[in-house]
C-alpha cells in the first residue's frame, strides 16, 4: 500500500511562492493520477490540481489555473505542486492524493489514498 507524504508548507506574503512535495514511492505502479486538494476551516475540501502519472495530463481548478503548476518526477516518486503569486484565499492544509481509478484526468472524485497534510499560510 502506497501512502502519500506531504511537505513544503510554511508561511507566505502575498505574491509570493512556495513549492510542495509529495512523496509516494511506487506511486506510478499505483495510482493513475495523483492530486492535490486544499482544506480551509469552515469549508469543504477542494480539488486543485491532478496530473495522470502516465505523463502529459495536468488539470486545474479555476481557482488556482495560471498560478499553480503541478509536475512529478518518478525516477524520485514525487509530485510537486509549485504555487506562484500567492492570495490570502490560497491559506488551507493542502493534501496529496492518490487514485487508482483509472478515469481519473479531469475531475477529483475518486482520490482513495491520502496524506496527512501540510499548511500553508498567505498573509501579511
Known amino acids: 500500500q502506497v501512502q502519500p507524504v506531504e511537505s513544503g508548507g510554511g508561511s507566505v506574503q502575498p505574491g509570493g511562492s512556495l513549492r510542495l512535495s509529495c512523496a509516494a514511492a511506487?506511486?506510478?505502479?499505483?495510482?493513475?493520477?495523483m492530486a492535490w486538494f486544499r482544506q480551509a476551516p469552515g469549508k469543504e475540501r477542494e480539488g486543485i490540481a491532478s496530473?495522470?502519472?502516465?505523463?502529459?495530463?495536468?488539470y486545474y481548478a479555476d481557482s488556482v489555473k495560471g498560478r499553480f503548476t503541478i509536475s512529478q518526477d518518478n525516477v524520485k516518486n514525487e509530485v510537486y505542486l509549485q504555487m506562484d503569486n500567492l492570495k490570502p484565499e490560497d491559506t488551507a492544509m493542502y493534501y496529496c492524493?492518490?487514485?487508482?481509478?483509472?478515469?481519473?484526468?479531469?475531475?477529483?472524485?475518486?482520490?482513495?489514498?491520502w496524506g496527512q497534510g501540510t499548511q500553508v499560510t498567505v498573509s501579511s
Open positions: 496530473i495522470y502519472t502516465g505523463g502529459g495530463s495536468q
Open positions: 492524493a492518490g487514485t487508482t481509478e483509472w478515469a481519473c484526468v479531469g475531475h477529483f472524485d475518486d482520490y482513495n489514498y
Open positions: 511506487g506511486y506510478t505502479d499505483t495510482f493513475h493520477c
